[in-house]
């Protein structure tokens, strides 16, 4: 979508208005699910709300969050991850080799690696709107699915630890 130049003139200066009208209040995570699969890659599905000055920024391209989070998690995992599914509320990504599997004996153990969500506060901190904001990283809930159905629920976390689940072979 191409945006005249009458148009763009008259979101920045609405977009000015709202910043100096309206308390601002960062995007806040609702939850987070992590969907594993047998091959050990991972679903990554991020829940947050926005308020009307975020959708703005996300309208006016001033800022893209699905893209920061995408580079937030390749550096987070160093694995290549592709963007599924975007909507106004809801960020889902692909990741590859997620979790590590190893097989000894019949057994294979899967094992996630940490994830922190203070990566969503430094992508934050690059835009020049960032002093504007104050951001609620903490996930309401926070899930991970095993392939084979197993939970594990974390609840008001910052950070998602080490797991690891035993599967049948």
């Known amino acids: 979508m191409k945006i005249s130049g009458k148009k ?11 910043i100096c009208i309206i308390p601002v209040q960062a ?11 047998d091959n050990g890659d991972a679903y990554i599905t991020f829940d947050y709300s926005l308020n009307m000055l975020e959708k ?9 969050p699905n893209n920061e989070l995408k580079k937030a998690l390749e550096e987070m995992f ?6 599924d599914k975007v909507t106004n509320s809801m960020s ?11 097989g000894t004996n019949g057994t294979v153990v899967m094992k996630t690696p940490e994830i922190s969500f203070t ?14 904001v104050q951001a609620d990283y903490t996930a309401d809930i926070a899930i991970i699915t095993y392939p084979d159905g197993y939970v594990e629920e974390f609840y008001d976390t910052d950070k998602i630890p080490v797991t690891s689940r035993t599967l049948d072979s």
């Open 8 to 18: 763009l003139t008259f979101s920045i200066i609405l977009f000015i208005f709202m």
């Open 27 to 37: 995007f806040s995570s609702d939850r987070l699910a992590v969907d594993l699969l």
């Open 56 to 64: 703005a920024a996300v309208y006016l391209k001033i800022a893209d």
């Open 78 to 83: 160093h694995h290549p991850v592709t963007v």
């Open 92 to 102: 889902r990504f692909r990741v590859e080799a997620f979790s590590s599997i190893t």
């Open 119 to 132: 990566m969503a506060e430094e992508a934050l901190k690059k835009y020049w709107f960032a002093p504007l």
